[in-house]
């Protein structure tokens, strides 16, 4: 087992601490399933366990359960249907987070929550900082930085993560969705005026452990811990491209008989409900000089991910590789 000792306070040490983790079925819950067992006694729920639009169920089963850490990985994260759901968006973004956060401080414990590049406007030139103004452009970004505030404003020990892009082998992704495009189609569309840095769901849930991994196991130490390193951090994979350099890269790992012509289009040629940011690149210098968490490229994750799929195909499905 990890060295961790995030008990809550009824706990007095005696027992394994409870690890609650939402959104299990997602693909960073997914991969945080896997990586958060050796931290305690793990209850993993996805939407049916627990709807976050159902603040009155959170306050129920975060009472039942006392975790001394909760990780919330669930979100609503339907970019463009957000639009026409900001209620339903701002109560499970904005309101369940808040919620999430003063059950978590009731109890002594920590909030772990993830949020999004798309807090901010994208108007920048260079990689956007923890403290650069959030300006968020559709509902989606707004409900995300409205979770923000919310937990902020409880206090607390928390720790709000923001990341980008975000793919692997699991769940609904652009990686996916690439791929599934490359099984019937010979051409697409892609924008290429949107740029940021892909990110494997599992670097993410992997840089969360490590993080935990440090809190201190005195309690009294605890204290000092969260309030020097609580707050909000930027965690994404290292360089940049733009989603036509993203399909370009993941088709290049395909055999070229099998390889979809990639054409770049402007953001104005796609039409889509919500706007985007032209840039969604974020500088992770914060988590690196507080935890010594250093950003992977990209291009050397995605590596790592279609070598994995290779081998799953090579497996399961006939050796097409």
């Known amino acids: 087992m990890h060295n961790l000792a995030l008990y809550s306070q009824r706990s007095g040490g005696s027992e394994l601490p409870v ?25 993993g729920l996805d939407r049916r366990g627990l ?15 006392e975790p001394a850490v909760i990780v919330n990985a669930a979100a609503y994260t339907a970019v463009d249907r957000a639009e026409d759901e900001s209620l339903l968006a701002q109560r499970v973004n904005a309101e369940a987070p808040g919620v999430l956060a003063e059950e978590a ?19 920048l030139t260079h990689p956007y900082i923890e403290t650069d ?36 082998l699991r769940g609904g992704n652009f990686l996916l969705t690439m791929l599934r495009i490359a099984e019937n189609r010979d051409e697409l569309s892609v924008v290429v005026d949107q740029r940021g840095a892909p990110t494997w769901s599992r670097t993410i849930a992997a840089a969360t452990t490590q993080i935990l991994a440090q809190v201190p196991r005195e309690r009294g130490e605890q204290e000092a811990w969260w309030a ?11 360089g940049s ?15 070229p008989t099998r390889r979809p012509n ?15 940011p032209a840039n969604s690149c974020l500088g992770t210098d914060k988590i690196r000089q507080a935890f010594g968490i250093f950003a992977p490229d990209w291009q050397d994750t995605l590596d790592c991910v279609m070598k994995e799929y290779s081998d799953y195909a090579a497996r399961f499905a006939g050796a097409r590789w």
């Not at 989603?243 to 290049?252: D, L, Q």
């Open 19 to 43: 690890i609650l983790l939402l959104g299990t079925n997602g693909q960073l819950g997914q991969e945080l399933m896997c990586l958060l067992r050796g931290f305690g006694r793990l209850v």
């Open 51 to 65: 709807d976050l639009a159902n603040l009155d169920q959170i306050r129920q089963v975060v009472r039942a359960l």
């Open 105 to 123: 401080k009731r109890l002594g414990s920590a909030l772990i929550h993830y949020s999004t590049d798309y807090v901010f406007d994208g108007t």
């Open 133 to 168: 103004l959030a300006s968020p452009v559709n509902v989606y970004g707004r409900s995300k930085l409205a979770g923000e505030v919310a937990i902020a404003e409880v206090g607390g020990r928390h720790l709000v993560f923001r990341t980008s892009w975000v793919y692997g």
């Open 228 to 238: 020097r390193n609580g707050g909000v951090y930027h965690l994404t994979a290292a």
């Open 241 to 255: 491209t733009s989603w036509h350099g993203f399909a370009s890269t993941i088709f290049s790992y395909l055999p």
């Open 262 to 276: 990639v054409v770049p289009i402007k953001t104005q040629d796609y039409p889509s409900k919500a706007a985007r």
